[in-house]
Nanobody, 119 residues
Framework: QVQLVESGGGLVQAGGSLRLSCAAS????????IGWYRQAPGKQRELVAR???????NYADYVKGRFTISVDTAKNTVNLQMDSLKPEDTAVYYC?????????????WGQGTQVTVSS
């Protein structure tokens, strides 16, 4: 069983910054992908940023240049630095990780952390 525990959400004014962290209960090297999704009220959950075991990172167009994902392999955490926040970034942010065992793909989610950006 994998646990993902997020922290760092909160309330910030537009233009401000927040840093989210997600602590995994096992080695980061276990996952073929780890990253962040978000879900705003009334909307579908969407990708924000992710890092893959091949070393690539992917960002949603609407966060490119503002958000930065990083992985700390020593602490088994994945972080999301969010700068120049906009009210439309308001959402619950979820940590996500995927691993493959015996050719079966498993997907794990954290409990979510609220990010609210005021105008």
């Amino acid at each position: 069983q994998v646990q993902l525990v997020e922290s760092g959400g909160g309330l910030v004014q537009a233009g401000g910054s927040l840093r989210l962290s997600c602590a995994a209960s096992r080695s980061i090297f276990s996952f073929y992908t780890i990253g962040w999704y978000r879900q705003a009220p009334g909307k579908q959950r969407e990708l924000v940023a992710r890092s893959t075991s091949s070393g690539t990172t992917n960002y949603a167009d609407y966060v490119k240049g503002r958000f930065t994902i990083s992985v700390d392999t020593a602490k088994n955490t994945v972080n999301l630095q969010m700068d120049s926040l906009k009210p439309e970034d308001t959402a619950v942010y979820y940590c996500n990780a995927g691993l493959i065992t015996d050719s079966v793909v498993y997907t794990y989610w954290g409990q979510g952390t609220q990010v609210t950006v005021s105008s």
